[in-house]
């Protein structure tokens, strides 16, 4: 199981959904991919997209005004 | 008893931080979006626009350098929107001015309601090259159309305005064009 991290801050959306689904292409079955973002509605984005797509999937604030979307890889 | 006020009155506060900080259904904001509109129309009779406010800021910093942007055939096309404002030369200060810092200080206020405020930085030149571009563009266009999203769309469709139908389908055929390209060769 491997954990890739997607630096998308400062990012706006969709661009962080597109990265993040051309990630997870290359990604093995069982590995994490760990979003990086700044902009509330990249989390909503991405947590509909993955629970649409039967993705585990896991939204965090990690500090004020940031988020890490946490993306498993059936 | 003091226990139990206590006790209700921090959910009180964790709800409400809750609904401050996620953010809300697509309906709810139309429903509100539409309603404020015409509030806005019904009370100073112009309906929310954003781009006018930057076309009059941009031939005014032209004005300054010594062009004579109002006197280009297209204020001559728009007389009846931007008389009024040139002749009285509030061309910085105006009532799409004000529109424009209300949108800004609004955001700011739900940005810090739900403490999610934070400052946006370039990540590198391109990054910044492609917002300058972004902009241009949309700029351009936005005057191609008389108005953006919101003058021309937004605020065109409840007028009964025909071109916002027109302005409605293009958007909608650029949007998905300019997916297609931003995914496959941007990304």
Request: hydrophobic share 50%; glycine share 10%; with cysteine.
């Amino acid at each position: 199981m491997k954990v890739r991290d997607l630096d998308c801050l400062y990012e706006a959306c969709p661009i962080p959904l597109i990265k993040a689904i051309k990630e997870l292409r290359r990604l093995n079955s069982g590995d994490i991919l760990v979003v990086h973002s700044d902009e509330s509605c990249v989390g909503v984005a991405m947590v509909e997209w993955a629970e649409q797509n039967n993705y585990q999937v896991k939204l965090v604030e990690t500090e004020v005004g940031e988020w890490e979307i946490y993306v498993q890889k059936p | 008893m003091f226990k139990n006020h206590n006790y209700y009155g921090k959910d009180w506060i964790k709800s409400m931080m809750q609904w401050l900080k996620k953010p809300w259904p697509y309906w709810v904001g139309g429903v509100l979006l539409g309603v404020l509109n015409v509030v806005l129309l019904a009370i100073s009779g112009t309906v929310w626009q954003v781009t006018n406010g930057f076309l009059l800021w941009g031939a005014g910093a032209l004005e300054l350098v010594g062009f004579e942007p109002f006197k280009w055939e297209y204020f001559k096309l728009y007389n009846n929107r931007y008389e009024e404002i040139i002749l009285n030369h509030n061309i910085f200060i105006n009532k799409y001015t004000i529109l424009n810092i209300g949108v800004v200080l609004g955001s700011l206020v739900a940005t810090l309601l739900a403490s999610q405020f934070k400052l946006g930085k370039a990540k590198n030149i391109r990054h910044i090259l492609f917002a300058f571009l972004g902009g241009l563009m949309m700029g351009y266009g936005s005057r191609l159309t008389g108005g953006c999203n919101i003058g021309s769309f937004f605020s065109g469709i409840p007028s009964f305005s025909l071109h916002a139908w027109v302005f409605w389908i293009f958007i909608t055929l650029g949007a998905w064009v300019g997916t297609r390209i931003l995914i496959k060769f941007l990304i």
